[in-house]
């Protein structure tokens, strides 16, 4: 596989789930980036995580669980979450912070 | 703060007509970078051109060309003969020289017809 893939492509919830996204990148890249794309409202940045760590939570919602175990995977766990909620989330990934965002296909989210 | 504004919500063109998408962005940083992106159908956002603030210069690829003016903070796209492929949404988008976040502008979806 190469570049920035998604699982799963789509997923349907209800609030009452728990559901994971997975993210992996195969590009040797160090940072990697949750986007939450709505019908109605730009690209918005979720976290950040560099080298592992994360650098940046753009105030989400603790429903929104993300783990980073290496620099090639993105994890983000969702639990109880909301109809709107429902949004096609990005998974991107970078040398370096300051660096050209690589984006996954996305997962398609439906909460029911 | 940071804002990039995609005025043009959507165009429609008849193939081989060419077409410009702009973009004006805000910000205080004196280093910073932009960039254009294109998401088809299919949803994946697929890296177009990024472009450094120090570097004025107009950059050509193909049947697409970019056009960066610091004075009036406009990084307009050029689509010449435009193609069916060619539909999709374009989003523009500026970092700072952190680079922690896309600042992404609501994009300006561009359909293509035969």
């Known amino acids: 596989e190469t570049g920035v893939t998604q699982t799963p492509r789509h997923l349907v919830m209800g609030m009452t789930n728990k559901k994971s996204l997975k993210c992996e990148q195969h590009?040797?890249?160090?940072?990697m980036y949750w986007y939450k794309q709505s019908a109605k409202k730009p690209l918005e940045l979720m976290f950040v995580?560099?080298?592992?760590?994360?650098?940046e939570n753009n105030s989400v919602p603790s429903r929104f669980s993300p783990e980073c175990p290496n620099s090639s995977h993105l994890f983000l766990h969702l639990h109880t979450l909301q109809p709107e909620d429902s949004a096609l989330y990005l998974c991107?990934?970078?040398?370096?912070?300051?660096?050209?965002?690589?984006f996954g296909p996305g997962t398609r989210l439906l909460v029911l | 703060a940071q804002k990039v504004t995609q005025a043009q919500t959507e165009i429609s063109v008849v193939e081989k007509e060419d077409v410009t998408l702009d973009c004006v962005y805000e910000?205080?940083?004196?280093?910073?970078?932009l960039f254009w992106y294109k998401q088809p159908p299919s949803g994946e956002l697929v890296f177009l051109i990024r472009r450094n603030s120090f570097d004025e210069q107009n950059e050509i690829s193909g049947r697409y060309s970019w056009n960066f003016q610091k004075s009036t903070s406009s990084f307009n796209f050029t689509i010449t003969a435009s193609q069916v492929v060619d539909s999709a949404v374009y989003f523009c988008a500026l970092s700072n020289q952190a680079g922690t976040a896309l600042i992404f502008g609501k994009g300006t979806t561009l359909s293509v017809s035969s």
């Open positions: 910000t205080r940083d004196t280093t910073y970078y």
């Open positions: 590009l040797g890249h160090n940072a």
């Open positions: 995580y560099n080298f592992k760590e994360q650098t």
């Open positions: 991107a990934s970078s040398q370096g912070l300051a660096e050209t965002q690589y």
